[in-house]
């Protein structure tokens, strides 16, 4: 089982920033993608950034040059980097972790979700 603790979010005004962290515990053999993802109300979730063990990243259009995307693979931790924020990025802010197992001799990934944190940015 793994686990995955959000931390950093809260209330900003428009072009202010904030720091998403997300440390990840538990037994696993190894974490692969890392990244977050946003829910706000009446809409559904959607991408906001992933990284790859290897550090590959990948951003929603939406944030592109003003999030960044990183990861600490000696801590388990990622970080979401967030500058010049706007109203609509309002949301419930949710870790993602893709983690790779053994079952015997069988390689198995397995998708968590950390329980989310919310960022509201007031015009």
């Known amino acids: 089982q793994v686990q995955l603790v959000e931390s950093g979010g809260g209330l900003v005004q428009a072009g202010g920033s904030l720091r998403l962290s997300c440390a990840a515990s538990?037994?696993?053999?190894?974490?692969?993608?890392m990244g977050w993802y946003r829910q706000a109300p009446g809409k559904q979730r959607e991408l906001v950034a992933t990284?790859?063990?290897?550090?590959?990243?990948n951003y929603a259009n939406s944030v592109k040059g003003r999030f960044t995307i990183s990861r600490d693979n000696a801590k388990n931790t990622a970080y979401l980097q967030m500058n010049s924020l706007k109203p609509e990025d309002t949301a419930v802010y949710y870790c993602?972790?893709?983690?790779?197992?053994?079952?015997?001799?069988?390689?198995?990934?397995?998708?968590?979700w950390g329980q989310g944190t919310q960022v509201t940015v007031s015009s």
């Open positions: 538990g037994s696993f053999f190894s974490i692969n993608t």
């Open positions: 993602y972790a893709r983690v790779g197992g053994y079952s015997g001799s069988l390689y198995h990934e397995y998708d968590y």
């Open positions: 990284i790859t063990s290897g550090g590959n990243t």
